[in-house]
């Protein structure tokens, strides 16, 4: 599976319900240098974690997540 989807899991993940900081580092931290999803998406700017509450997609998270619908929809694949 490609990084840009599992980046996708991850802002579908968190778009979905609340989550906090601690909720979201056991299901995605990872120690493995090739999979640093949750480390890229907020290099990114993809994800506000400003909040240990709540994590919350910034602007542009919602827009990869837009793109991504998209793009789906355009190959008229279901999701």
Not at 3 to 8: E, F, G, K
Not at 25 to 50: H, V, Y
């Amino acid at each position: 599976m490609s990084n840009h989807a599992l980046t996708l899991q991850l802002l579908e993940w968190i778009a979905a319900a609340p989550r906090s900081y601690r909720e979201t580092m056991d299901a995605w931290r990872s120690n493995c240098p090739r999979l640093s999803i949750w480390e890229d998406a907020c290099i990114d700017g993809l994800i506000d974690a400003s909040d240990s509450r709540a994590m919350a997609l910034t602007d542009k998270g919602h827009a990869f997540l837009l793109t991504a619908a998209n793009d789906r929809a355009t190959a008229g694949m279901p999701g």
